[in-house]
């Protein structure tokens, strides 16, 4: 089935049989006090609004029977994926890899590693552990994709500007299509928000299209009768 979203620039055709739902970086270090976001000196709670636009997508999408992935930034525990100048970026008192109030800052394993409770992956729901801010560098991620005959994205996460815009672009060149999440991203900045989304879907959808999750609800719905 294909489901009409009224998007921007213009219409999305989306197959949910061949398309995913990639949930990027909804973690406690970026969300909640005393995590990596936190220490880059952010007001975090600039990024709740994504959580309630994503949890509604993210339950009709399960209900669908439809590919949820997601993806969490992070490093090993001996900091060996962590490049020098990402380590020495910013001229912050606590670093990736220090002591915080979640366990080590940005390491895997660590509380503020996981991804919040509201959304917290389902059995089965591939999760990508990732050391970049593209979910695909050094990932295994688009050998997943390809597997399932995934041919669409629809994008959602955090930040807007940052990770889902790193990933729409490598996505973009990997011949995916994307649709990024309106109202299921956001930034610390919230005109980084206004200017990402804006970029994603100008000259025509440069690299994809951008919808609210109201739309796809209603398409999905309106296809399925699952109720929403
Ligand atoms: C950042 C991300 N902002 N997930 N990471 O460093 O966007």
Redesign the pocket.
């Known amino acids: 089935m294909i489901a009409n979203i009224p998007a921007k620039p213009y219409d999305f055709a989306l197959e949910p049989a061949r398309a995913a739902f990639v949930i990027?970086?909804m973690q406690r270090d970026?969300l909640e006090p005393g995590g990596?976001?936190a220490a880059l000196g952010n007001d975090v709670s600039h990024l709740r609004s994504a959580i309630g636009p994503i949890s509604a997508l993210l339950a009709a999408w399960r209900a669908g029977g439809h590919l949820v992935i997601h993806t969490r930034?992070g490093h090993r525990p001996d900091l060996s994926d962590l490049n020098a100048a990402k380590y020495r970026r910013g001229r912050f008192a606590t670093r990736i890899g220090d002591d915080g109030p979640m366990g080590r800052i940005l390491v895997r394993g660590a509380e503020g590693h996981d991804i919040i409770a509201e959304l917290a992956p389902a059995g089965g729901e591939p999760v990508i552990d990732k050391p970049g801010?593209g979910a695909f560098y050094a990932t295994d991620l688009e050998t997943i994709l390809r597997g399932r005959g995934i041919t669409q994205l629809i994008l959602a996460?955090?930040?807007t500007e940052?990770?889902?815009h790193t990933t729409l672009r490598e996505a973009n060149d990997r011949g995916f299509e994307c649709l990024v999440l309106e109202d299921g991203t956001a930034s610390y900045f919230p005109e980084f928000h206004r200017a990402a989304l804006a970029m994603a879907c100008a000259q025509d959808g440069i690299f994809g299209w951008v919808a609210p999750s109201s739309a796809i609800l209603t398409a999905i719905s309106s296809k399925t009768g699952v109720s929403i």
């Open positions: 990027i970086d970026f990596f976001g930034e801010k996460g955090v930040t940052v990770c889902v």
